[in-house]
């Protein structure tokens, strides 16, 4: 993941295959919702690690359609090296959802360490009316709370 995340981009499609083979339905439509990136992430990095990794996924497999729905409503700080009350501080009302929502929605992730991001995507999903959030992640970072 770190290779991936640093700009060893080639490895998207082996991930992309890896979740769509083990972590989501083959034969049912899926709302593949990735979380959102920060602008200043994009820029360091170039590229939207988990949109283009979502952005596979649905290449690989057509029942997955990718909706990038969920926004940064102003700026976080940067999550790393933050403890995980002060992840979720800084999440908290820092997430929407562009649109209203009525079904299942998968969220992905690249890396979970505290669950702090997910948990604060999965309610921006909720709130905009999804019935049921399924979180996956590639890697887990960290001590979930």
Not at 31 to 56: E, M, N, W, Y
Not at 68 to 85: F, M, P, T, W
Not at 114 to 135: E, F, M, N, P, Q
């Amino acid at each position: 993941m770190v290779s991936y995340k640093s700009g060893n981009h080639q490895l998207v499609r082996g991930l992309a295959e890896i979740v769509s083979a083990t972590c989501l339905p083959q034969n049912s439509k899926t709302l593949l919702v990735p979380v959102p990136t920060s602008v200043q992430k994009i820029k360091q990095r170039q590229i939207d690690t988990v949109g283009f990794l979502a952005k596979k996924i649905q290449t690989l497999n057509r029942n997955h359609t990718v909706a990038n729905i969920l926004y940064l409503k102003r700026e976080v700080s940067d999550q790393v090296g933050l403890s995980a009350l002060a992840r979720q501080q800084n999440l908290i009302g820092a997430i929407g959802c562009k649109s209203k929502l009525n079904g299942a929605v998968i969220l992905l992730d690249d890396v979970i360490t505290t669950g702090a991001t997910i948990s604060a995507a999965a309610k921006a999903l909720k709130d905009a009316g999804a019935k049921s959030v399924t979180a996956i992640a590639l890697c887990n970072a960290g001590k979930l709370h």
